[in-house]
């Protein structure tokens, strides 16, 4: 395929698109295949000689929408979602053409520059105060990653970077049970060690317990070992737990240990200045990340990494070998060096489509009609026989258990969730919750409507009954 054709498949692309979307409800939200199965319909070797778009099309068609599982689906509600508004779509496929890098400001200036306007918007639209500047990251993966290296360096007086850490004190990072996986994979590729990711015991509600932290940090002093710094959680993945950033900033404080916020899914629902109270006092950490690819409609991937000071992250992660100095350029900002990866997608593009294209207004809505139609939903299912919540809606997440008589509660539960699955008409996922293998029910796919979440609890019905009669 050459330039000239651009056109052509590009208008191609875009008519299946159009009609993947109108039709996306009549499929199995869930790919029903088996493993294997696309491989198998894959040739073992790459071709030698083009092969001609009509065909390569084609193939696309024939293996790989039905291979999918499809977040885009209005009934969607496994994980947490990760959007993609139609505005944010179009930005993306606008990118992919110039294939922007946007490793510094000259290699792209537009995108860098969008970026800290963006970044500014996202602060604005979510309250926080000015002062605050930001990144935006590939994942939350990666923003908890450069907050955990940032806490490292800044402990060890940026010694970490030079000498290693062999030498050094142990280093101790602080979190909650509840903390997302990705904070211990940080704390592993930081050289810190998991075993010195310190999970602070959590009061009743989930949330990280302010006295343990004070507690858990005095003894580590009081043992010779180093505390780095705190990651809480906001909305925790498993079954929507938040810890309280007032109080345990304060803790943190005292100790001035380095403080990184995980709002991954429900930064997004800050927007709704009615929901802030969950992170009340968050504007007392140095690092808060949250992903507009998951709850607010950006396409994936698009995380949004504040910092109130850049300097501790840019020490920590920017290099400056000469092949990438700007020369005769001041006042400029390159973000490859407030991340990891050098090369840089152009994510800000989306970001300002979408936000201009809804307005904060019609995505605050959406938000608080997913709260709304969980918390119904929430009560429909604790009101059928035989099932019962385990976890309250926190936000639009609640976790439930369906337990008739004389069958075992996680079997029963288990067995559920496989036929649910199967049946495709939802998609749900589980979570382990205080020993209990429990279902995990969250509204928040972009285009979800009432209907969908109403049709979810006849197809629980439905489906639990069916298991009854076997
Ligand atoms: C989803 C999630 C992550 C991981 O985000 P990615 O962008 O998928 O890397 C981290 N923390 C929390 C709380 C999450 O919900």
């Not at 004190?169 to 904070?183: C, D, G, N």
């Not at 429990?438 to 109403?454: A, H, P, S, T, W």
Request: overall charge negative; charged content about 25%.
């Amino acid at each position: 395929m050459e330039r000239e054709d651009y056109l052509q498949w590009a208008e191609r692309a875009a008519r299946w698109g159009a009609e993947y979307l109108a039709t996306l409800d009549e499929r199995p939200v869930r790919a029903q295949t088996a493993p294997g199965e696309v491989a198998a319909m894959l040739p073992a070797a790459p071709p030698e000689e083009p092969v001609d778009m009509e065909t390569i099309f084609a193939d696309f068609e024939r293996i790989v929408p039905g291979g999918m599982t499809h977040w885009q689906h209005p009934r969607f509600f496994a994980y947490f979602p990760a959007n993609a508004a139609p505005a944010s779509m179009i930005a993306e496929s606008l990118t992919s053409v110039m294939a922007a890098q946007c490793m510094l400001w000259q290699t792209s200036p537009a995108a860098t520059e969008i970026e800290t306007r963006m970044v500014d918007w996202m602060r604005q639209a979510l309250g926080m105060p000015e002062g605050f500047q930001g990144v935006i990251q590939d994942t939350g993966t990666t923003a908890n990653l450069c907050a955990v290296l940032t806490m490292r360096e800044r402990a060890l007086g940026w010694r970490g970077n030079d000498s290693g850490v062999a030498g050094e004190k142990q280093l101790r990072v602080y979190a909650s049970p509840e903390t997302h996986s990705s904070i211990d994979k940080a704390v592993r590729v930081a050289g810190i060690g998991q075993q010195h990711l310190v999970k602070v015991p959590t009061d009743g509600s989930g949330a990280l317990d302010p006295q343990a932290l004070h507690a858990a940090i005095e003894a580590d002093l009081a043992a010779g070992l180093l505390p780095a710094g705190v990651v809480l959680c906001v909305g925790g993945t498993s079954i929507g737990a938040s810890d309280r950033p007032r109080e345990t900033i304060e803790v943190a404080r005292e100790h001035d240990l380095y403080v990184h916020v995980d709002a991954a899914w429900a930064g997004s629902a800050m927007i709704c200045p009615e929901l802030r109270a969950l992170w009340d006092g968050v504007e007392g950490a140095d690092s808060i990340a949250f992903n507009p690819h998951k709850w607010l409609g950006a396409q994936f991937d698009c995380t949004i990494q504040f910092l109130a000071d850049p300097e501790p992250q840019v020490r920590t992660l920017g290099v400056r070998p000469d092949y990438l100095q700007t020369l005769g350029q001041s006042g400029i900002t390159n973000y490859s060096e407030w991340t990891i990866p050098l090369g840089r997608r152009f994510r800000a593009l989306k970001l300002w489509f979408l936000l201009r294209a809804h307005g904060l207004e019609d995505l605050r809505q959406r938000i608080r009609n997913h709260v709304a139609w969980a918390g119904e939903a929430a009560a429909a299912i604790a009101a059928l026989d035989g099932f019962r919540l385990t976890t309250d809606c926190r936000l639009s997440l609640f976790t439930f258990q369906y337990a008739p008589d004389g069958e075992d509660a996680n079997d029963a539960t288990e067995r559920l969730l496989r036929a649910v699955n199967d049946d495709g008409r939802i998609y749900l996922t589980q979570t382990v919750h205080e020993g209990r293998f429990v279902i995990r029910f969250q509204v928040g796919q972009f285009d979800c409507r009432r209907e969908d979440v109403l049709l979810a609890v006849d197809v629980l019905r439905e489906l639990a009954h069916a298991q009854d009669e076997q």
